[in-house]
C-alpha cells in the first residue's frame, strides 16, 4: 500500500472532530526536528475571530521600538484587520491576497466524502495535515535558518501576529521521512 493511501485509509476512520494529537520527531524544510502537541481539526474561522479581536485592541505605542515606529506598526495592524476580515467574510481561502488558490485539493474518503484536516499539494501529491493549532513544541535538533532581511512593515506584521492565536496556526506535510509517528485517538501513525 502506498503512503498516501495508508494515510488516508487511516485518517479516514477518526472521529471528524478536534482532536489532541502529537508528532514525534518531525523534520522541517530547515533541518529541525522537533516533538509537537497539537489540537488538529480547530475551525480556521474560530481562530480568525479570536485573533480579529484582539489585533483590534492592541495598543500599537507599546509596541514601538527604534526599527519600528508607530506608523508603521498602525499600518501593519490596519492591514492585519482589513485582511482577516475580509477572509471571514469571503471565507478561507477567497481572500484577495490568498496565494496558494488552486495549490490544494480535498482527499476523499473510500465513500467520497472529504477528511477533514487533510489535503494534498497539487503539485507534488504529498498529503497535508491542516486545520492544526499549536500546543507545545520541543526542538530535539536545531535547524538551519537563513537571514531573511524583511521590511518593516513585515516585521510588524510578525510581531502583531505573535500577539493572537492565528501565530499558532499551521500544517505539517506528512511523507515518510518527515516524522517519527503521529498519535491521534489512540491511533499510530
Same mark, same amino acid.
Given at each position: ?11 479516514a ?8 494529537a ?6 522541517n ?51 492585519l ?12 481561502? &477567497?481572500?484577495?491576497?490568498? %496565494?496558494? +488558490?488552486?495549490?490544494?485539493? #480535498?482527499? !476523499?474518503?473510500?465513500?467520497? /466524502?472529504p477528511?477533514k ?16 493549532f ?6 530535539l ?7 531573511? &532581511?524583511?521590511r518593516?512593515? %513585515?516585521? +510588524?506584521?510578525?510581531?502583531? #501576529?505573535? !500577539?493572537?492565536?492565528?501565530? /499558532? ?6 511523507t ?14
Amino acid at each position: 500500500m502506498k503512503f498516501n493511501d495508508y494515510i488516508k485509509e487511516t485518517f479516514a476512520t477518526l472521529r471528524p472532530s478536534a482532536q489532541f494529537a502529537v508528532i514525534k520527531g518531525y523534520t522541517n524544510r530547515y533541518g529541525e526536528v522537533s516533538n509537537h502537541s497539537i489540537l488538529w481539526r480547530v475551525s480556521y474561522e474560530n481562530v480568525l475571530k479570536r485573533s480579529l479581536e484582539i489585533l483590534k485592541n492592541i495598543n500599537v505605542n507599546e509596541l514601538t521600538s527604534d526599527a519600528l515606529p508607530v506608523s508603521v506598526i498602525k499600518q501593519a495592524q490596519e492591514e492585519l484587520v482589513d485582511s482577516f476580515k475580509e477572509t471571514l467574510e469571503k471565507g478561507t481561502g &477567497n481572500n484577495s491576497n490568498y %496565494t496558494n +488558490a488552486d495549490t490544494y485539493e #480535498r482527499v !476523499l474518503d473510500i465513500e467520497g /466524502k472529504p477528511i477533514k484536516g487533510l489535503k494534498l499539494h497539487k503539485a507534488d501529491q504529498i498529503l497535508h495535515i491542516t486545520g492544526v493549532f499549536r500546543q507545545a513544541k520541543v526542538v530535539l535538533v536545531e535547524g538551519n535558518y537563513p537571514v531573511v &532581511n524583511s521590511r518593516p512593515k %513585515t516585521i +510588524a506584521k510578525k510581531k502583531l #501576529r505573535k !500577539l493572537t492565536p492565528i501565530n /499558532k496556526w499551521g500544517q505539517y506535510k506528512l511523507t515518510i521521512d518527515r516524522f517519527d509517528s503521529i498519535s491521534i485517538d489512540n491511533i499510530e501513525v
